[in-house]
């Protein structure tokens, strides 16, 4: 069973559109976090939810909004995509908020804007 | 503000040979460290971690890692790799108390045969 999955793992679209991604957990986890990994490797915080509530919420675009429906979940909205998108977005769970928590990663949602 | 140095972008070595990645950090704080290894096409995964206590960190694949207040440093080293061990690492610090973790720029081990 595949502990935390994202969908889709590849996603290609036209700059104007709105796309989402999804994120589960099946580890019992409280918080959830999403990622993204440009293109040289480097990788980025954009969002923490704990218990349904956003406890982080780094220096990101307002195109892009997270819902969290339960702790489960946290899904990743993205309006009116540009280029500057394209990248790896991953999604990330931990036991609790603490930076101590060790985060298990999904493999990836790949964004590609054309 | 913190900040995670890894100071080579690429490390080539020949399989069974002795590896070390570097990685400096800069916290005016306590802090805790983090080395994750990401195989291609997937997400991250935890090799070990520095909490307290003991600055010499073992890990999971036969990876230690040691922890050096003085100089900043937590690098990473396996006495012997493998070619499986071919992947992307990526270290990451956090102040003690905070709850986002910030990762250095990643170093790609090759192992060549």
């Known amino acids: 069973d595949t502990a935390v999955s994202q969908t889709p793992k590849y996603l290609v679209t036209q700059m104007g559109n709105d796309k989402s991604i999804k994120c589960e957990q099946n580890?019992?986890?409280?918080?959830m976090y999403w990622y993204k990994q440009d293109s040289k490797k480097f990788l980025k915080i954009m969002f923490s939810?704990?218990?349904?509530?956003?406890?982080i919420n780094e220096t990101v675009p307002n195109r892009f909004s997270p819902k969290s429906p339960d702790k489960a979940h946290l899904n990743l909205h993205i309006n009116s995509l540009e280029l500057g998108d394209s990248a790896v977005y991953f999604c990330a769970s931990s036991p609790g908020q603490g930076a101590n928590q060790p985060q298990h990663f999904g493999d990836g949602t790949r964004l590609s804007i054309l | 503000a913190q900040s995670v140095t890894q100071l080579d972008s690429q490390v080539p070595v020949f399989e069974e040979a002795p590896v070390e990645l570097r990685c400096n950090y800069s916290?005016?704080?306590?802090?805790?460290l983090f080395w994750y290894v990401q195989y291609p096409n997937q997400g991250l995964q935890l090799l070990l971690k520095y909490l307290s206590g003991s600055t010499l960190v073992k890990g999971i694949n036969g990876f230690e890692a040691e922890f050096n207040k003085s100089q900043t440093s937590f690098h990473l080293r396996k006495p012997s790799v493998h070619i499986s061990d071919t992947a992307e690492y990526f270290c990451?610090?956090?102040?003690?108390?905070?709850?986002?973790?910030?990762f250095g720029q990643g170093t790609r081990l090759t192992i060549n045969p």
């Open positions: 990451a610090v956090s102040d003690q108390g905070a709850q986002k973790l910030v």
């Open positions: 916290s005016s704080v306590s802090v805790y």
């Open positions: 939810y704990n218990n349904k509530e956003l406890i």
């Open positions: 580890l019992g986890h409280d918080t």
